[in-house]
């Protein structure tokens, strides 16, 4: 595998992966638009994280042309289309493209454009967020990256994972695309409705007799789509999850809703909803979440 990694989206998640890579000595190519790209070039991308600070300055380009064996895709669903725009499909024709995106619908916009190179990936237990274009602040330990993929060989995923974990990443390789992508969907899209919906934090909604029902009760219609698109999850492991998250944690698409930017409401809850008309399966709390946080 070619052993250059680029990264659409140096952002939240794009920059601090893109940092590691840069300091493990795996040659990083940042994609991004030129305001960006520029700021990348002069100071680099700084990350706060556990009372240290890492820092490094990734290569940069506006349009990626040159072969690269991974294509990490970070950036966050309204901006997708827009972004690929700045990939070449030829510069992954023989390599993974592998989206860390939240939701479920980003993989056929992804395949139109790349086809069969394109994997499922997750970043669990993971907050960081932006104070800067390129500084970013992590307010937990680096992530858990989860892929799989219907179409690669397990060796190609494999040796995509091997790069990632030469920055010191934990990385599994899963069998079931559906299974990587449900099941974050499935208690990301009630946390991001409810905690939009209030303006609380995890913890705040965990503590509240009234919230905590209402959150397990979406938490289950999720997880009864996910089984009738043929992904059976336990609730109560979703919910082991959900308790071992910071009590602070607010998940990105809050954050975006309460300071009136662009959000990705749609893509993490609309494609569970719309799933659940797909498959029939109703989904009343969390549609009234979804409405109460702005969703339409």
């Not at 190179?117 to 680096?142: K, L, N, W």
């Not at 219609?221 to 082991?240: H, M, P």
Request: charged share 25%; hydrophobic share 45%; with cysteine.
């Amino acid at each position: 595998m070619n052993p250059t990694v680029a990264v659409l989206g140096p952002g939240a998640v794009g920059g601090p992966l893109a940092v590691r890579l840069c300091l493990a000595s795996v040659r990083t190519i940042c994609v991004a638009p030129p305001e960006i790209s520029g700021l990348i070039a002069l100071a680099g991308i700084v990350v706060e994280t556990e009372g240290k600070t890492l820092s490094a300055r990734p290569e940069t380009t506006e349009l990626l042309e040159e072969p690269v064996g991974l294509l990490l895709v970070t950036v966050k669903a309204p901006d997708l289309g827009e972004a690929l725009e700045l990939i070449d499909p030829s510069a992954v024709a023989a390599g993974v493209v592998l989206p860390l995106m939240n939701g479920l619908e980003h993989m056929e916009a992804l395949r139109s454009r790349f086809g069969n190179r394109v994997a499922a990936g997750s970043v669990s237990h993971y907050q960081s967020y932006r104070v800067g274009r390129v500084q970013i602040i992590e307010t937990t330990s680096s992530p858990l990256i989860t892929i799989a993929s219907d179409d690669l060989a397990r060796g190609e995923l494999e040796r995509a994972a091997e790069l990632l974990q030469l920055a010191r990443l934990e990385v599994r390789v899963a069998t079931s695309e559906k299974r990587v992508l449900w099941r974050k969907a499935s208690r990301i899209a009630p946390l991001a409705a409810a905690t939009a919906s209030t303006g609380r934090s995890v913890g705040e909604l965990r503590r509240s007799p009234e919230w905590r029902k209402r959150l397990e009760e979406a938490v289950g219609e999720a997880c009864a789509v996910a089984a009738a698109d043929g992904v059976d999850l336990n609730v109560g492991e979703q919910w082991t999850i959900i308790n071992a998250m910071p009590s602070d944690l607010t998940p990105s698409a809050a954050r975006d809703v309460a300071e009136g930017r662009r959000s990705e409401l749609d893509a993490i809850v609309g494609a569970v909803l719309r799933a659940g008309e797909r498959l029939d399966v109703p989904c009343p709390v969390l549609r009234q979440l979804a409405v109460s946080a702005g969703w339409s």
